[in-house]
């Protein structure tokens, strides 16, 4: 089946099986390895990219039914060449260990700044409660997101 | 891991969807927020060999007030129910349930209907529509009604038909909805001075409920219980709906001593299996205590306490 989509603002047009999973088809054909598989049951979270700006768990996902839709892979948080403040955020606050959860972190993290942009850490907490950390660097990751939050919003005002 | 080879259709309106049903029948599954489905098909526990994907139906994903009741359309995802403010301000017992749902990624594809309609016994949806006294909304392209004769309380209109709940769920996995059929909308029924609460045990966000409890009671004019909605997930062979301890409720003054009651009977009902969530005796025991908290925080919010 043909498909079209937009992958960090490119469009792509590509001929697959309709059980091509997302994951696979962002990861083999678009060759985007910042997204992660890691359980492949809908429970680690390290493969969420988002779909039209809503985070999702892209081993559940065909990708046929990202058809006419937009993604956001890690690739696409940096903008004009410098990093976005999620992953400044990351990078200053040691927001990672071994890196695997890191890319699903931060999409999770912009996703709810997005939302709302000055999270508590309650609510950062609920946020990435989908996304497993086997580091169990949590607190930093925490840190992290709030930090991008505050610089995001200073970033707005200034 | 992959699923088996299938079919995809992405029909654009209801008629086209409901074609395509009334023409394959069985072999179709109906993928909504696939959260469930997709799994199942990936570990080869589902092979369908067509998938109509319906999420490019317009106008099928409305939470809304219809006369009497709530009504939660296809398309609507678990998340938003938690952002609801409808809900937010018609039912409690939902309000307090959509949060617990898988995890907060899953929740933004994963609905409430397909929850329902594909039936998990660990589900948290079956539970509340079942102390909710919901229906189903099933839709198809002549209607069916011949298919499932003398169903109680069953409604029918042209190609629509209107199921209880309890009627929809007939066992673990498997409902009243005939493969030509899909499931557009579940109704809540409304209530004037009511109050609900879910209380779920999980070892983890997104694991699967150890024992959950959802309860749902209206009062009447006089402070009595006029109507006591009851049900458990995760410990028995179906989502439980504990008709006994609500018909114990219903025309009583609610108290303490009232609910441990209720509670004691729901402890005898269910049949928890014992598994690496904890023994059977264990689930047994938090059975008593949730229902009794699930109960008392219900009547807070039913005399206008705050939640």
């Given at each position: 089946?043909?498909?079209?989509?937009?992958?960090?603002?490119?469009?792509?047009?590509?001929?697959?099986?309709?059980?091509?999973?997302?994951?696979?088809?962002?990861?083999?054909?678009?060759?985007?390895?910042?997204?992660?598989?890691?359980?492949?049951?809908?429970?680690?979270?390290?493969?969420?990219?988002?779909?039209?700006?809503?985070?999702?768990?892209?081993?559940?996902?065909?990708?046929?039914?990202?058809?006419?839709?937009?993604?956001?892979?890690?690739?696409?948080?940096?903008?004009?060449?410098?990093?976005?403040?999620?992953?400044?955020?990351?990078?200053?606050?040691?927001?990672?260990?071994?890196?695997?959860?890191?890319?699903?972190?931060?999409?999770?993290?912009?996703?709810?700044?997005?939302?709302?942009?000055?999270?508590?850490?309650?609510?950062?907490?609920?946020?990435?409660?989908?996304?497993?950390?086997?580091?169990?660097?949590?607190?930093?990751?925490?840190?992290?997101?709030?930090?991008?939050?505050?610089?995001?919003?200073?970033g707005a005002t200034s | 891991m992959y699923p088996a080879k299938f079919d995809y259709l992405a029909p654009e309106s209801m008629g086209e969807a409901l074609a395509i049903l009334a023409e394959r029948g069985d072999e179709v599954k109906i993928l909504a927020g696939g959260q469930s489905l997709i799994p199942m098909m990936k570990l080869r526990l589902a092979r369908p060999s067509t998938l109509v994907d319906i999420n490019r139906l317009p106008d099928l994903d409305a939470i809304d007030v219809q006369n009497s009741h709530l009504r939660v359309q296809a398309l609507a995802r678990h998340a938003d129910v938690v952002r609801s403010d409808v809900v937010k301000s018609e039912n409690a017992l939902m309000a307090s349930a959509a949060p617990w749902v898988a995890d907060p990624i899953v929740r933004n594809l994963g609905t409430v209907c397909g929850s329902v309609a594909h039936h998990d016994p660990e589900g948290d949806w079956a539970s509340v529509m079942l102390a909710l006294d919901a229906e189903v909304v099933a839709v198809s392209k002549e209607g069916h009604a011949h298919f499932h004769p003398g169903a109680d309380g069953e409604r029918h209109t042209g190609g629509t038909r209107v199921i209880p709940i309890n009627q929809f769920l007939v066992d673990m996995f498997t409902t009243l909805l005939h493969p030509s059929e899909l499931v557009a909308e579940i109704r809540v029924p409304r209530y004037e001075r009511g109050g609900g609460n879910y209380q779920k045990l999980e070892r983890k966000i997104g694991d699967y409920a150890t024992v959950g409890v959802a309860a749902h009671l209206e009062l009447d004019g006089d402070?009595?219980?006029?109507?006591?909605?009851?049900?458990?997930?995760?410990?028995?062979?179906?989502?439980?709906?504990?008709?006994?301890?609500?018909?114990?409720?219903?025309?009583?003054?609610?108290?303490?001593?009232?609910?441990?009651?209720?509670?004691?009977?729901?402890?005898?009902?269910?049949?928890?299996?014992?598994?690496?969530?904890?023994?059977?005796?264990?689930?047994?025991?938090?059975?008593?205590?949730?229902?009794?908290?699930?109960?008392?925080?219900?009547?807070?919010?039913?005399?206008?306490?705050a939640s």
């Open positions: 089946m043909n498909i079209t989509l937009v992958v960090n603002g490119t469009e792509h047009t590509a001929d697959i099986e309709p059980r091509r999973l997302l994951v696979d088809f962002i990861r083999s054909t678009l060759k985007l390895t910042g997204t992660h598989i890691g359980c492949d049951t809908t429970s680690c979270g390290v493969c969420t990219v988002l779909l039209d700006g809503t985070p999702v768990k892209s081993c559940t996902v065909f990708a046929v039914q990202a058809n006419g839709r937009s993604i956001t892979t890690v690739e696409g948080l940096k903008q004009n060449g410098q990093l976005a403040p999620i992953q400044e955020a990351f990078k200053e606050h040691h927001g990672l260990q071994c890196g695997f959860c890191t890319p699903a972190m931060m999409l999770v993290g912009s996703a709810l700044i997005a939302e709302n942009p000055s999270p508590s850490e309650d609510d950062v907490r609920w946020a990435i409660s989908g996304n497993l950390c086997r580091c169990t660097g949590y607190v930093n990751i925490v840190k992290s997101i709030r930090a991008a939050a505050e610089a995001t919003s200073q | 402070d009595r219980i006029g109507k006591a909605g009851l049900a458990l997930t995760s410990v028995y062979a179906s989502n439980l709906k504990v008709r006994e301890a609500e018909d114990l409720l219903v025309g009583e003054s609610p108290s303490d001593e009232l609910f441990a009651e209720a509670a004691q009977i729901a402890r005898n009902a269910c049949d928890p299996a014992g598994d690496v969530r904890g023994s059977a005796d264990f689930k047994r025991h938090i059975v008593d205590v949730f229902t009794r908290r699930a109960l008392a925080e219900s009547l807070t919010i039913a005399q206008g306490g």
